[in-house]
């Protein structure tokens, strides 16, 4: 079968299409027929192995996994033994962030990862673009406790995990404002945003509106910085460490103080992310906001094109016709 294969860390250089064996399925796993996976992110910080903190789930010195790809949409071929509630010629989708080698014709995946049914009326894009942003920005979403009519900003509002995001607090009848480039604050408006804030001519900081939360979605902000947005309890989440790491000692520190807090998301449960956002593809409350799609054979391309951090939502690479 043909893969996007690499033998160690490095930049989208790395990456060859070579033709590889096919995997045997194992007796609790899938095989899928990838149709479709994205690039996005947690790939890149897969293919370069930074932050090294990364290395501990995929290889310390060189990939575990010679074939990137974290998620994927396609059709089940063939089932092993030991499974039970698939069945060949499902239509499936999955996401996994130390990775499912998914970037390759075929994958074998085990039925204890976060894999989905794709629901009727959902493409094999939209089940695959609705996986890792989503999966983070749920993340998010459980660190708090949600209530109607709460107001919220989010900063990076037309990134994988910000579009996500947005979509999710107005399903949970948020107030949303959320911040992006001139060129695409229209998308912010089309995803849910009650009010949007162009990044490039506003400094989001000094916004005269009060929050119940503030999510940093692109992590370019302090708690420091955003505290005069939030309420007197108001929580600040971003999807970055901070300067010196601070925001996870943040979290630790402002837990035991009175008033307006941090919250860092350790991103976890990734099948009951997939379990909500399938149920909310299903009946209409959730649309990816996708941004273009790459051939297999320009994987470098796709690559390099998500490492600019200008994609807006989900970048697709097609694995092959359907
Ligand atoms: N914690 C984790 O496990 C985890 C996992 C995945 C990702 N992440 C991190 O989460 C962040 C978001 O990932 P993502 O995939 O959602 O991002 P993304 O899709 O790459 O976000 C890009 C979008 O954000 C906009 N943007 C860039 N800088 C901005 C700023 N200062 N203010 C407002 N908008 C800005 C960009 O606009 P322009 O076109 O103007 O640049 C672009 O539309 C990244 O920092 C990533 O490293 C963390």
Redesign the pocket.
Known sequence: MKAAVRSRYGLPEVLNIEETERPVVGDEEILVKVFVTTV???D??NLTGKPYVVRIFTGLTAPLNAIPGTDFAGEVIEIGKQVSGFKPGDRVFGFD?SGLSSMAEFTSVSVKKAIRLIPDGISFEQAVASA??AH?AI?FINKVKLHKGERALV??????????LIQLLKYYGLKVVA??????LDKLTEIGADRNIN??KED?TKDQGKFDYVFD?????TFGDCKSLLVEDGIYIS??LGPYSQNPFLAISTTFSEGKKVRF???QNTPASLELISRLLENGHFRPLI?RSFEMEDVRHAFSY?M????????LLKIRDK
């Open positions: 996005n992110r947690t890149c910080a962030d890792e942003g983070y993340n900063n990076g509002g037309t990134g994988a995990i910000g579009s996500a911040t992006g480039p001139t060129e695409h990044y490039q989001f979605s692109v992590g370019k902000s999807s970055e998301p350790l991103p941004d998500v600019t951090g200008q994609k807006i939502g989900n970048v």
